[in-house]
């Protein structure tokens, strides 16, 4: 084989090898197309929110958005022709705001159900590496809650034959075995499967988060985020396995004591329950009875003498 020969057969080789354009296809986890446009920041509607917009992380996106510009579009919905409602990016558009911007670029997810849209602002913020564990048990029992809302069937002991089961579920899509039944891919994934597929946690992390926020009484949740307690989660399980008396107790002690509790140890010692050690004014009169009374003569010429001695 003459040497243009061999280089033809090598470039051959390299092309064959080469990376293809990827094909058409229909990708179970594609999202749908969005359309993104620029929109002016006073014609979105910012209410409702799962998690209130914290000013510090407001100013740290403000900073980046200064220097590099908006990154990633934030989602809206269509309320009526000029007005929508924020789903996503409350944080993003306080700091264009922040900023002096006029507009913000966003896309529009009007495809969305409203339960689809309250997962979509679930699941960005299960996403977010700065929650707290108290918030994010909140946003894990939250998205709970919607999702078998959307998908019933997917509870203990769910009606698969309710009108909503039919209602969420597309009939003509389904794909059935050669008797008629449904295949597994054709059933909805489980809350912690779903879960898992949609945000970065794992299935055990899930679950003991999801429990913790079902468990955990609102107004107390609320008096611990931002706490020392909130940042810890094997508090937040032993508060989740105590009833609601005993999390009412940690609810009215949180807003009586005068500074943040450092751990749930100290919140749940009692500062009124009586020392094991007898008090130093008891044990001196316990001791004074048992003193013969020649003792106690002396004792009281040398405090005679003390109090003299103060006076000078």
């Given at each position: 084989m ?13 092309k064959?090898n ?10 179970p ?34 900073e ?35 900023l ?9 997810v ?13 699941d ?17 029992a939250?998205?709970k ?15 698969r ?17 050669q ?48 706490t ?8 937040l ?21 005068e ?20 008090d ?25 003498q ?7």
């Amino acid at each position: 084989m003459t040497g243009l020969a061999k280089l033809k057969t090598k470039m051959a080789q390299g092309k064959s090898n080469a990376p293809r354009a990827p094909e058409a296809a229909n990708l179970p986890n594609a999202v749908p197309h969005r359309r993104s446009l620029p929109t002016p920041i006073d014609m979105i509607e910012v209410e409702d929110r799962l998690r209130s917009v914290d000013e510090a992380a407001v100013d740290h996106i403000a900073e980046s958005m200064e220097a590099r510009g908006q990154i990633y579009p934030i989602q809206i919905r269509t309320i009526e022709p000029g007005r929508f409602r924020l789903i996503a990016g409350a944080h993003r558009i306080a700091a264009a705001s922040k900023l002096g911007w006029t507009h913000i670029e966003a896309f529009l997810v009007d495809d969305l159900e409203e339960e689809e849209a309250r997962l979509l602002e679930v699941d960005e913020n299960l996403c977010r590496a700065e929650l707290d564990p108290v918030d994010r048990a909140h946003f894990f029992a939250t998205r709970k809650e919607i999702y078998q809302r959307l998908y019933p069937e997917t509870r203990h002991g769910g009606d698969r034959k309710s009108l909503q089961y039919r209602n969420n579920i597309n009939l003509s899509k389904r794909q059935l075995d050669q008797e008629g039944h449904d295949t597994p891919q054709a059933r909805p994934l489980s809350f912690v499967e779903d879960t898992a597929a949609s945000t970065r946690w794992s299935p055990h992390t899930i679950h003991v988060y999801t429990r913790i926020g079902e468990r955990l009484d609102p107004d107390l949740r609320k008096a611990l985020s931002g706490t020392p307690i909130g940042r810890r989660r094997k508090d937040l399980e032993r508060i989740a396995d105590m009833d609601a008396d005993k999390q009412q107790d940690l609810l009215q002690r949180i807003q009586n004591a005068e500074r943040q509790p450092l751990s749930l140890s100290a919140l749940t010692t009692n500062p009124y329950r009586p020392s094991s050690r007898p008090d130093p004014f008891e044990r001196l009169q316990k001791l004074w009875d048992k003193t013969p009374q020649s003792h106690q003569r002396r004792f009281y010429t040398w405090l005679q003498q003390q109090h003299a001695d103060e006076q000078k």
